[in-house]
T-cell receptor, first 109, second 113 residues
Framework: RKEVEQDPGPFNVPEGATVAFNCTYSNSASQSFFWYRQDCRKEPKLLMSVYSSGNEDGRFTAQLNRASQYISLLIRDSKLSDSATYLCVVNPSGNQFYFGTGTSLTVIP | GAVVSQHPSWVICKSGTSVKIECRSLDFQATTMFWYRQFPKQSLMLMATSNEGSKATYEQGVEKDKFLINHASLTLSTLTVTSAHPEDSSFYIC?????????FGPGTRLTVT
């Protein structure tokens, strides 16, 4: 079983739509979780960390479900500029980081 | 946030030559850096974990004699692609962890002709 599994998509949604991505992880002892955004031909950039209590940053909401071992990212009121690949990252411990394969999102005018 | 730089950002070389890519943490010390490779429309693939002052740990399937990693200081790791071939053409990205988060360099696009 992979350390991190993510639906690659692609997700094509109209502007203004709400879209959610999920990512499951296999190591129940994992401590830190992140969502990264990667634009075409660019390096990944940290979008937000995922905290146990869930966290929100503007139109973006990240949640962690430890019981089911998944993290989610919700994007409300999608903008054209949200089009990118979204990567979930799990840090089980120390300097180990496991990446999902990324979910491709295209927001359509 | 922490800043990681990478040099060069773009390199074209002839088949059979070696290419060195530098990864620097600019405002923090990184005992561990990571090297990734990404082919078009594919996900990041971890190649190796670079540890300052010791040998790198390579992922399965990555040839350590072909991809030489040196992490000589707390702010610099280098990846040398030896005897590069066209199939080595890819986007190479380094990252460093700081405060339990990963920060990525801008990447190096390698084209081998």
């Amino acid at each position: 079983r992979k350390e991190v599994e993510q639906d690659p998509g692609p997700f094509n949604v109209p502007e203004g739509a709400t879209v959610a991505f999920n990512c499951t992880y296999s190591n129940s002892a994992s401590q830190s979780f992140f969502w990264y955004r990667q634009d075409c031909r660019k390096e990944p950039k940290l979008l937000m960390s995922v905290y146990s209590s869930g966290n929100e940053d503007g139109r973006f909401t990240a949640q962690l479900n430890r019981a089911s071992q998944y993290i989610s990212l919700l994007i409300r009121d999608s903008k054209l500029s949200d089009s990118a690949t979204y990567l979930c990252v799990v840090n089980p411990s120390g300097n180990q980081f496991y990446f999902g394969t990324g979910t491709s999102l295209t927001v359509i005018p | 946030g922490a800043v990681v730089s990478q040099h060069p950002s773009w390199v074209i070389c002839k088949s059979g030559t070696s290419v060195k890519i530098e990864c620097r943490s600019l405002d923090f010390q990184a005992t561990t850096m990571f090297w990734y490779r990404q082919f078009p429309k594919q996900s990041l693939m971890l190649m190796a974990t670079s540890n300052e002052g010791s040998k790198a740990t390579y992922e399965q399937g990555v040839e350590k004699d072909k991809f030489l990693i040196n992490h000589a200081s707390l702010t610099l790791s280098t990846l040398t692609v030896t005897s590069a071939h066209p199939e080595d053409s890819s986007f190479y990205i380094c990252s460093a962890s700081w405060d339990y988060e990963q920060y990525f360099g801008p990447g190096t696009r390698l084209t081998v002709t």
